[in-house]
């Protein structure tokens, strides 16, 4: 059974920053394609960002490169999102997923999501 739980959510100024993580199960992680994905209030979901089964390639949406950075461990089935200059558009619930390779220009392709932590920034 596949599970992705999140955490490391909750509530920061602007400019702070956050540490998310989303531990995985009962899938083989390390040649997973994982991402970020949220939810923003009245929005649909959008992707953040992307990494490859080896953890070697990242890959951000343009609105978060730069304060963002998206890592691994395979050798503990964690996936991580370390969030830095956190601004008030940032406020979304925030997924793990896995699911197929990331190609640009394309919507990615996801097979499993966590229940997500909420990010809040508010001053």
């Known amino acids: 059974q596949v599970q992705l739980v999140e955490s490391g959510g909750g509530l920061v100024q602007p400019g702070g920053s956050l540490r998310l993580s989303c531990a995985a199960s009962g899938f083989t992680f390390s040649n997973s394609w994982m991402y970020w994905v949220r939810q923003a209030p009245g929005k649909g979901r959008e992707w953040v960002s992307a990494?490859?089964?080896?953890?070697?390639?990242?890959y951000y949406r343009e609105s978060v490169k730069g304060r963002f950075t998206m890592s691994r461990d395979n050798a503990k089935n964690t996936l991580y999102l370390q969030m830095n200059s956190l601004k008030s558009e940032d406020t979304a619930v925030y997924y793990c997923?896995?699911?197929?390779?990331?190609?640009?220009?394309?919507?990615?392709?996801?097979?499993?999501w966590g229940q997500g932590t909420q990010v809040t920034v508010s001053s």
């Open positions: 997923a896995n699911g197929a390779p990331y190609y640009s220009g394309y919507n990615p392709q996801y097979d499993y």
């Open positions: 990494i490859t089964p080896g953890g070697g390639h990242t």
